[in-house]
């Protein structure tokens, strides 16, 4: 899988402002809360790394470290990627300036990545035929109903993709608390992003795209849940997302919008109760 790839695994760190580029990440951000977009984006402002979000980055190197030795026709047993994972723990805490509460706090998330690992690889096909593991793209923003070059491109790093029956399937993991099936509709962009890079890369449309959840219960589980390729009406919505989100971003207008994702916000208590238009 030929890429342009950009040197990096988290496309936020990227240098140049914000209208260097457009990422599923910063679209998501803005649809949930332009002010919130401000905070992050614009102003630069970081947040505590939160428990939940070090322990889906640590489950997510483990299993780009199976994965990459898959792609090389290396099938690691999950104790050897449990073991890797445990070397690299303080590397990555470092790296994402995670604070523990405690050190009982830091047992045992470690002991809650290595059993959500272990379910994944007890629950995977041995014999996944692996295309590319966390691609970092980049492809041009061209409409692809008008012509028009939006000047800007998109990017994005692509968890998986796999070789299927069926031709190429682009997987993303994700970890929850509880079980439950991701609405596709609140996926969308994300999706929809990635169908967009891996043709633009590739010239090949996928054959379907699949959230692969480790739900983090008591007993933790595996879940996938595939949805189809992407249709013409899905690019539509993407674009048309993007043009109101570049437009608000020439305008320089970041309204608050109060909703549910203010009860999980950083900026509520510290920048958002401050604010006055």
């Avoid at 760190?13 to 332009?34: K, N, T």
């Amino acid at each position: 899988m030929s890429t342009g790839l950009l040197g990096f695994e988290d496309v936020q760190e990227r240098q140049g402002g914000p209208m260097a580029y457009v990422s599923p990440s910063r679209l998501s951000c803005w649809l949930s809360c332009p002010l919130k977009w401000a905070f992050r984006y614009r102003d630069g402002l970081r947040t505590p790394t939160s428990a939940a979000l070090f322990t889906g980055k640590a489950v997510h190197a483990a299993l780009e470290v199976y994965y990459r030795h898959k792609q090389l026709g290396l099938t690691l047993a999950a104790d050897d990627v449990i073991q890797r994972s445990t070397e690299s723990w303080s590397r990555l805490a470092d790296e994402e300036d995670m604070t523990f509460d405690s050190a009982d706090a830091e047992t045992a998330m470690r002991q809650q990545v290595a059993d959500l690992v272990r379910v994944y690889l007890n629950t995977v096909p041995v014999d996944e035929k692996v295309l590319a593991v966390e691609v970092a793209a980049e492809a041009p923003l061209v409409d692809p109903f008008t012509g028009e070059d939006l000047g800007i491109p998109l990017v994005g790093v692509i968890d998986l993709v796999l070789d299927s029956q069926a031709g190429p399937l682009i997987a993303d993991f994700k970890t929850a608390a509880r079980s439950s099936e991701p609405m596709e509709i609140s996926n969308e962009i994300q999706l929809s992003s990635y169908a967009w890079l891996h043709r633009q890369i590739t010239g090949q449309q996928e054959a379907g795209l699949e959230i692969r959840s480790m739900i983090k219960t008591k007993v933790p589980k595996c879940e996938f849940h595939p949805y189809p390729a992407r249709t013409d009406a899905h690019f539509r919505r993407l674009f048309s997302v993007i043009r109101e989100y570049l437009a608000a971003l020439d305008r320089g207008t970041f309204n608050f919008r109060p909703g549910f994702g203010c009860g999980m916000c950083d900026f509520r208590s510290t920048h958002c109760s401050r604010w006055a238009g």
